[in-house]
């Protein structure tokens, strides 16, 4: 949206089109978007800019999958930053803004016939939600607080039966993506996205042989090498 709004021009032999129309054109079927809690230094990544969206990748026959930031700004691996109107609730208080905010938010979705197919709870969450960086040790506690708070919230709205994904984003080792998969096994964990860095196609294939787990390479594939080296493993 905001591309197009500074005048970006998407084309297909020469001739302008639809971006969301030539993604599904060329075999893509999910779209995923980002939403900021209260992002004042743009008009983008708000709920009516998530909802322009959503109405554009379903007119285009996509699905989606919703990403909350949970941040006013772009949260990653490197910082998580904590939303302004929350920086000074303690963790119980955070769990609760963070719950009320998610079902809030896909509740209104859902009155516009807009609830995406996937909802992301954190987007890149190498470290602490709301407020951790690459650098600082993770309170575990405070952590699944919070995690927990946005899955029960997801769960409540669309029910219980809704399928959870996990995305490491290549932060664990072999042993701590095995203690993980097992604490979170009550969970039904449908899957794992990168659980480890990108390395030798055998080192994700050594943890999916001693995991039932479905395993997603993501970023571990890069190439056509990598694919390759994949599928062989």
Known sequence: NEMEDCGAVYRKGGKPVDPFELMHASGGNLVRVRIWNDATWTRY??????????????AAGMQVLLDFHYSDDWADGDKQIVPAAWANLDAPQQAEALYHYTRGILAQLDAQGLMPEMVQVGNETNPELMGGTKAAKINWERNALLLNAGIRAVRDVLGPSVSLRLDANGAWTHGRALEVLEATASCRVAAVEQPLPRGPAEDLARLRRATSVPLMADESLVTLADADALIAA
């Open 45 to 58: 990544s708000d709920l009516a800019d998530v909802a322009r969206t959503i109405r554009r990748a379903r």
